[in-house]
């Protein structure tokens, strides 16, 4: 039945044309702009390794259009000759999507018709976990286009005692197998060979058989189906067989008809999706049994079971190692993304800051630019580029830790210890790293949070992120505690850290519970990769990638805002007064009291008069809290006119102006005031950098909803602990 | 309660299993997309199952069909119903 099936679709003939005897401009044996090669398998069966092995530089990172699935897109120029446009699809356990990564892989393989179909699958499999692997081997072979495998990780099998007959796996399978070893370009050349064969010969993958009686109702349902099967044709009926999918009324029917055949103690009255679920079962299991006989014929095993990975296994995932180790790596995580990151950050700021602002302003100088565009250029341009690209190095510092922690197989094993602690705000264990991170800086936790393989885990997180207090915010608040609470003043600062946390947990909670509670709470399962070493071209290859798409989103969101910023403090207000230096008021040379800078500040102050703090000093901090909380130090000192302290623990003058102003808007109440302030400041935007992150991670509608939700949220409690500290003081 | 036994072993949940222990697994009581998810990591009726090591708070870290490592959490083994063999490794 099932042969019959193969016959119809070989003779279609839009697949046996070759794209060749279309376009004869090229000349060579495939068609360069519509051969389209997607690597499709499971996670960590390097096939990443294998698609930069593949493409070499000439590959980019990007969402695919319409979506934000992130697919690695490159052009292959295999040794036969020719260019062949690759996909690397997410990693995925099936075609039944889960998330719109899986979607993506199901859509492509699956729905696409036209020159939307890719022409060859390049089954990317894992010869030490075969079973498993040959389970979505037969969900791609069931979608009809042609199949090349390629054999990942032969050495690490036969570390384990499997000995993989590959030219025995070749005839089981019914498609060529070239075992591959993409870390050293092993096996590459003979692949290529391969793939070239089979964009010539279009020849449709062999379905792994099912037992009789699934390919009676397959053969019977696809009958039914006719033309309008399409080209995935084995795969509708399956899925038709399964509940899924739409087809013609009689298809209906005979669908119908042989779900009732297979499983009659099933009842639908009962509950219309059992026999379809069923069915999907045994379909599964069909699967699986079809894998084992596979193995069985192509594969000796010999030697231990136990491999040195589960050694390792049993000290790090063990019940009273596991968290300390955890623990300790986190540590070294985060002094890697800070202390180390600090001087390189250092480096860049003090490069634009100085020879570079410098060297500019010299050359501008020359061409007698007008004096505004030399402040644009060295106040606003180059520093803002230069926050920007003081981040670079943080970035690639972080990217290279993902890497790492990931392809090492380690942050598996981190997910399945703290699993339990980090389910009490929704989220899998992975995603205490980029918390871990986010205290050193918002910014690369951001990236980290494309550890989490569900999109909307990926959203919650990103929007949980920025109230984690980073490093910056410290500055600020050892200012206010040491000029507000002198002794206690640690105690005040430890004390924002644990409202950040409270904060973390509190939001993750309300969140769950209003917008994300489609995200269901399922037991972990998780699969543990072997612990391997790292490519480092690989990695190099894709931090690359990633730092430059994080800049490119980045430098729009960072340079408008200093740009801005600039305008705003150098436009003085209608009717202002003379400059303290007793200049005339024009632009650029004016007081921030008289800029619209000030002006904007004034108008934004009365919004805090019921948190004890309507001051337009305050509020023109909060603004450039809003740049870089960096900034904010230096702009309290501007806007009093006093010098920047040298050392934020001994304020001088500025303590003084300081508590006059927080003892006269909060009526004498200074205490709950500058707590009030202190809060704000922890949980509102924490700087423009991280908008623009998180604008890259998450997507513009979601970081403008991220930035009201902060702004509200820092507002309420501000607003609430100065009420409430009012009452009892 | 004493329900007559259809088979010779008795089902449990794996939690009830010994680390060592290998046990072929019989049903998933869980719904249709868990069961899914479990089927593509190995997890259908038949497989064997072997307890690796138990972690934190119930834990389990699992060879499925002899390759596959898997980590599961308490809730995640009550879902899977084994017939034990009793053999230890």
């Known amino acids: 039945m099932a042969e019959g099936l193969l016959t119809r679709r070989r003779v279609r003939p839009v697949l046996l044309e070759k794209p060749c005897c279309t376009d004869g401009a090229d000349g060579g044996p495939v068609d360069a702009a519509a051969a389209q090669v997607v690597l499709v398998g499971n996670p960590n069966v390097g096939k990443s390794t294998l698609f930069n092995a593949l493409t070499g530089a000439r590959q980019h990172v990007g969402n695919w259009p319409g979506k934000t699935v992130a697919v690695a897109r490159g052009t292959w120029r295999p040794a036969g000759g020719g260019e062949v446009g690759v996909v690397d699809l997410p990693g995925t356990y099936s075609l039944v999507p889960d998330s719109p990564d899986e979607e993506l892989t199901r859509e492509l393989l699956v729905d696409a018709s036209g020159p939307g179909r890719p022409d060859v699958v390049v089954a990317t499999l894992d010869a030490s976990n075969l079973t498993r692997n040959l389970y979505l081997y037969a969900q791609i072979a069931d979608t009809g286009i042609p199949v090349v495998v390629a054999l990942t990780m032969v050495d690490v099998a036969r570390s384990r005692g499997l000995d993989i007959d590959t030219p025995a796996l070749g005839r089981a399978l019914g498609v060529p197998v070239v075992p591959v070893v993409p870390r050293s370009g092993q096996g590459v050349d003979e692949l290529a060979a391969v793939v070239l064969r089979a964009l010539d010969e279009r020849v449709p993958a062999t379905p792994a058989p099912l037992d009789t009686a699934l390919e009676d109702a397959v053969a019977a349902v696809s009958t039914a189906l006719g033309s309008e099967a399409g080209p995935a044709g084995r795969w509708r009926a399956l899925a038709l067989l399964e509940g899924g999918g739409g087809a013609p009324e009689h298809a209906r029917d005979v669908t119908a008809r042989a779900v009732a055949d297979l499983a009659p103690e099933a009842d639908p009255a009962a509950d219309p999706d059992d026999p379809a679920e069923e069915i999907e079962l045994r379909i599964a299991e069909a699967r699986y049994a079809w894998a084992h006989d596979v193995l069985g014929a192509t594969v000796g095993r010999r030697g231990p079971r136990i491999t040195w990975s589960d050694r390792a296994d049993r000290v790090l995932t063990s019940r009273w190692l596991g968290l300390p180790i955890f623990l300790a790596v986190m540590w070294g995580v985060f002094e890697a993304t800070t202390a180390v990151a600090a001087p390189l950050q250092g480096a860049v700021q003090d490069l634009f800051d100085g020879p570079v602002s410098d060297g500019l302003g010299r050359v501008l100088g020359l061409v007698s630019a007008p004096e505004w565009l030399t402040g644009l250029v060295q106040d606003g341009l180059v520093s803002g580029v230069g926050q920007l690209l003081s981040f670079a190095p943080l970035m690639a510092i972080m990217f290279v830790l993902l890497a790492v922690l990931e392809d090492s197989g380690y942050m598996a094993r981190a997910a399945f210890v703290v699993d339990r602690l980090m389910r009490v705000i929704g989220l899998p264990g992975k995603a205490f790293l980029p918390i871990i991170v986010g205290f050193g800086c918002n910014v690369p936790a951001l990236a980290g949070t494309r550890i989490l393989r569900n999109p909307r885990q990926r959203l919650l997180l990103g929007l949980l992120i920025p109230f984690v207090s980073c490093s910056a915010r410290l500055t600020v608040y050892v200012l206010l505690a040491g000029i507000f609470f002198g002794s206690q003043a640690g105690t005040m600062v430890f004390v924002m850290y644990v409202l950040s946390i409270a904060l973390v947990v509190g939001m993750g909670w309300v969140l769950r519970r209003v917008a994300f509670r489609d995200l269901v709470d399922d037991p972990l399962l998780l699969e543990l990769p072997p612990y391997r070493r790292p490519t480092l071209r690989v990695m190099g290859v894709q931090t690359w990638q990633k730092l430059r798409a994080f800049l490119r989103t980045a430098s729009g969101i960072i340079v408008a805002t200093v740009t801005a910023v600039w305008l705003l403090s150098s436009i003085p207000m209608p009717g202002a007064q003379a400059a303290p230096s007793g200049e005339p008021v024009s632009f650029g040379h004016v007081a921030p009291a008289d800029s619209v800078f000030g002006g904007v500040s004034r108008a934004v102050a009365p919004v805090f008069a019921p948190a004890g703090f309507d001051d337009w000093h305050a509020s023109a901090a909060l603004v450039t809290g809003f740049v870089a909380k960096e900034a904010v130090v230096a702009t309290t000192a501007q806007t009093y006119s006093a010098e920047e302290p040298a050392d934020v623990h001994r304020a001088g003058a500025l303590g003084t102006a300081l508590h006059d102003t927080f003892e006269r808007t909060s009526g004498g109440h200074v205490v709950p005031a500058v707590l009030a302030f202190m809060i704000f400041l922890l949980a509102y935007t924490p700087c423009m950098t991280t908008v623009a992150a998180q604008r890259a991670e998450i997507g513009t509608r979601a970081t403008l909803a991220g930035i009201g939700m902060q702004l509200a949220v820092a507002w309420i409690l501000a607003v609430a602990v100065f009420q409430i500290g009012v009452l009892l003081t | ?89």
């Open chain 2, 1 to 89: 309660m004493s329900a007559p036994e259809i088979d010779a072993a008795p089902e449990c949940p794996l939690t009830d299993r010994p680390v060592g222990s290998t046990s072929t697994l019989r049903r998933v009581g869980a719904g249709r997309v868990r069961r899914r998810r479990l089927a593509e990591l190995g997890f259908v009726p038949g497989a064997t199952i072997e307890i690796l090591g138990r972690g934190g708070v119930g834990g389990l870290v699992l060879a499925v069909n002899a390759d596959t490592r898997v980590a599961v959490d308490a809730a995640g083994a009550r879902e899977l119903w084994v017939h034990g063999e009793g053999r230890r490794g």
